[in-house]
């Protein structure tokens, strides 16, 4: 035999194979059928979910508010109002106190601070801004800028600033000084 021959042999015999075989057309019948029970099984969950369900929560809100009605019902209108204003003064106490600044700190800040020839004449505290304008006296012009080189290296203070300064015959120097105190150290007491 020649092989073109057996080559062209096996190759008519499938083709024959492929040729007699059923063919089959249009959707499989099982794919179909598993297609529509699943649509109608989430149709009957959708109609289940919407008639029942439902219907069971709408019962439940009635009942809840009918019993929220009686509880009202139960309780005066004075007691409720005076329940109402006892509440909101108890929150604006919360916000009253969790502003509160406790100028206390101030007193030991400037008794660790404060170099033994410097001493204050006046103070004026702006809670609001957190800042003590001192005006003060100090024995010569080095002890006033040690003194302000001191409340600039304290981490209490976001700033220190000398406003005014004026020298003595007696060689002593007047200044006022103005610091501007951290929040958060005036915030909480000082321990």
């Given at each position: 035999m020649n092989p073109e021959q057996n080559q062209q042999q096996p190759t008519t015999s499938l083709n024959e194979a492929f040729a007699n075989s059923p063919v089959s057309i249009g959707t499989p019948w099982r794919l179909f059928v598993f297609s529509l029970l699943l649509f109608a099984f989430s149709l009957l969950v959708y109609f289940g979910l919407k008639v029942g369900y439902e219907n069971y929560l709408q019962s439940r809100s009635q009942a809840l508010d009918q019993s929220l009605a009686q509880l009202s019902n139960s309780i005066s209108q004075q007691d409720q109002q005076q329940f109402i204003n006892i509440y909101s003064q108890i929150v604006n106490l919360k916000s009253v106190l969790s502003s509160h600044l406790f100028t206390a700190n101030v007193f030991p800040f400037l008794e660790q601070n404060t170099l033994p020839q410097v001493f204050y004449t006046e103070a004026k505290f702006t809670g609001y801004t957190g800042t003590l304008e001192l005006s003060g006296q100090a024995a010569s012009l080095q002890m006033l800028a040690e003194q302000l080189s001191q409340f600039e290296k304290a981490p209490e203070l976001?700033?220190?600033?000398?406003?005014?300064?004026?020298?003595?015959?007696?060689?002593?120097?007047?200044?006022?000084?103005?610091?501007?105190?951290?929040?958060?150290?005036?915030?909480?007491?000082?321990?």
């Open positions: 976001s700033g220190a600033v000398l406003s005014s300064m004026n020298f003595n015959p007696s060689g002593s120097t007047t200044f006022v000084i103005t610091l501007t105190f951290n929040q958060s150290y005036l915030s909480k007491p000082a321990s």
